[in-house]
């Protein structure tokens, strides 16, 4: 009796044929390390069904979907998405025929409702229209605020509705929510499940979502109960009630788990069979890791091949215009969004730029230096000397012989100078003396040898600059490289891994963006931030502080730019192989002082080149600054493209 109503349970709701499948997971394995989270496991998801993905926290699920859109590979096993494999050339999984909801919300907070959806719909190739019109069914549907309301201002399930307006806008063919429903009230909830079930009544959009709530998924068609990256069973929720003889869910799964535990049987190696039938049950004659009741192909079945010729694979890897463009112009409105960002992004390379000029290399002030006098006439030397000093940087404080030197021991004073009472007769006399001696001396002993007490060095006028460069001249041409480098290193770092940890990234991604399009964006909206940086410094350092420059202004704009794009090119490499900020801030901090001084940028007089003696880029050592610095870019571009190609 209880055999005859199961079957009688399959048959009605089962899915259509496998090759209706939207996707269909076989044998699939993922490790991050040496933590093994997907282990051979075999799902479908039916064509114009709701298939709930069940299981406790950090069984696996998130993984799977991840693996499922294309965001990250399967170390084993194959895995079909609306007929091809994810990221295949040519495929728009990732891309159009998907929405992708994530688990954590993955919006712009600076976005209002209308800019996140028009993003997206920039992405997926709508026109403005068309965009239009489904923001307004959106905002209707999901009851959203008005759509010029900013995302961190709305409330966290009002946010859960627009995350799932944006992964509903283009009319995927697949929809793929990771958690829609958690930390939502009931009302909602039963709003986005009633959603679902209406949307896949046309037979042409499948569903797959997972959710904590078990007793939700009974609105699904198909459930795939999963643990410990296995999935234990999969089918129509009342077969599987009815299988375990539960009245929940939840307490089917529950079964499930003890009797697996008490079999101990290791679940999912091999291809699922067809439907069961009336002599296969769980606890007697189901082949070993089989999940019960799956609705998957039969066993043996052979998996088509896939090709793609060189046209559509190229156009697979070449970065698509409009993607750029989308996300260039979301940087833009993001930044335009944020003015103290944005603001203290231009200024600080200023502030920094004008501290050096006004701190580094100048003359010392205020250094306390004892006097001790024992000349008392007005008029003797001691007293011009003193007043020739240079009474800015030495603050002279009159002292007695034993008070100076108690002084100078407490550490009150730098220094003393002293004066003997007859300090005035003594330099006259001595002064006599070398009149006389001197030309005597010299030319009657040394004869045709007196040059040889000349002074061994001779100062000519200078090649470049002036004669009385002084230290701040020499030192700032380094240090505006140094802050445009490591400006652009850690801005550019920080944004990604932070885009990256709120899911912003993967989301992109799963729209169809590319890493390659991620990071071209990056470095315009980047390259427009430099320019403003660079004017700005170059306006303090060359018209306030006049810092002499008898180059190529031109010359040393470009370098500097090459430099800025050198940092943004190493931040990308950081945060590609980097996931938190603060290792990310680690790495940017601790590549500072190695880089400053082995390249050269503090107190090299090359890296002024361009700027200061005048030389054109037929000098060698320009064109080879030059070649060096786009060298450095190229390599960085491509190690953060291959680090991200590898981590995915
Ligand atoms: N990037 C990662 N690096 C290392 N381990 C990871 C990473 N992401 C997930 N894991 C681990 O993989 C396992 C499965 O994680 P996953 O997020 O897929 O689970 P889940 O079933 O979605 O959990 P939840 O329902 O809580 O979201 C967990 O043990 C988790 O710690």
Known sequence: MKEGNMKADLEAPLPPAQSDSAIRCRDVCRSYGKLKVLSNLNLTVPQGHIYGLLGPSGCGKTTLLKCIVGTLKISRGHITVLGKPPAFPGHEVPGKMV?????????????????????????????????QARMNFLIDFLHLPQKHSLIRNLSGGQRRRVSLGAALLQNPELLILDEPTVGVDPVLRAKIWQHLVEIVKTGKVSVIITTHYIEEARQANVVGLMRNGHLLAEGPPDAVMKQHSATTLEHAFLQLCETTDQNSIKPTSSPQSGPLDSSQSFEGGREENQPILGVGPPAGEELPRFSANWKVQARHILPRGRNVAAL????????????????????????????ICLCVGGDPRGIQVAVVNNET?????????LSFLDNSSIYQVPLSHKDA???????????????????????????????????????????????????????????YGSQNTDFTTFVTPGAVLSITFYLAVGLTALSFVLERKEGLLDRCWVAGVSSVETMLAHLFSQLIVISVQISLMLLFILLVFKTPNEGSLLLAIILIVLQGMAGISFGLVISAAIDDEQSANQAALGIFYPNLILSGKAGNPLTRLPVSPGWGL???????????????NTFFLILATVILKLRT
């Not at 979301?330 to 103290?340: F, V």
């Open 328 to 355: 260039f112009i979301k940087t833009m409105l993001r930044m335009r969004r944020m003015p103290g960002s944005l603001c203290f992004q231009f200024l600080l390379p200023v502030i920094q730029t004008s501290l």
């Open 99 to 131: 929405g992708y909801m994530p688990q954590d919300l993955a919006l712009y907070n600076e976005f209002n409702i209308s800019d996140t959806l028009t993003f997206f719909g920039r992405i997926h190739g709508l026109t403005q229209k068309e965009t």
């Open 405 to 463: 030197f108690e002084g100078v021991y407490n550490g009150d004073y730098w220094g003393v100078i002293g004066f003997g009472e007859n300090f005035t007769s003594y330099l006259t006399k001595r002064q006599l003396m070398v009149d006389h001696l001197k030309p005597a001396f010299v030319d009657n002993k040394m004869g045709s040898m007196s040059y040889l007490v000349a002074l061994p060095i001779k100062f000519e006028d200078p090649i």
């Open 618 to 632: 037929s000098r060698m050592m320009v064109w080879r600054g030059f070649a060096v610095t786009l060298g450095w």
């Open 377 to 385: 006439s007005p008029s003797a030397y001691s007293h011009s000397l």
